[in-house]
Nanobody
Framework: QVHLAESGGGLVQAGGSLRLSCAPS???????MAWFRQAPGKEREFVAA????????NLADSVKGRFSISRDNAKNTVHLQMNSLKVEDTAAYYC?????????????????WGQGTQVTVSS
């Protein structure tokens, strides 16, 4: 497992933007990285994933056109850019990492998880 450090959450008005960042402690830079989110009383859901070299990405339908995922392997960091935020985007956002690009949207396939960062979108 690898330790994941998340940052960038906060409170924003609907229509605003936030950028989340995740930095794995292991600097081998070969991980598939993903973001999931969980709202109170709901199951954890997939948001976005990116392969180790950035060649493959996957976004949930609910965020397509508004969110994007990218990585800077020189800085060993993955970003989730969130634009046009909606109240329903409010959740704790979790960074996850694993080796290999398979079932990127399935949380059970990820071995390492961050502590989570809260995103709250107000109306």
């Amino acid at each position: 497992q690898v330790h994941l450090a998340e940052s960038g959450g906060g409170l924003v008005q609907a229509g605003g933007s936030l950028r989340l960042s995740c930095a794995p402690s292991d600097r081998t830079r070969t991980y598939t990285m993903a973001w999931f989110r969980q709202a109170p009383g709901k199951e954890r859901e997939f948001v976005a994933a990116i392969s180790w070299n950035g060649g493959d990405t996957n976004l949930a339908d609910s965020v397509k056109g508004r969110f994007s995922i990218s990585r800077d392997n020189a800085k060993n960091t993955v970003h989730l850019q969130m634009n046009s935020l909606k109240v329903e985007d409010t959740a704790a956002y979790y960074c996850a990492a694993k080796l290999g690009w398979y079932e990127p949207n399935t949380p059970g396939t990820y071995k390492s998880w961050g502590q989570g960062t809260q995103v709250t979108v107000s109306s």
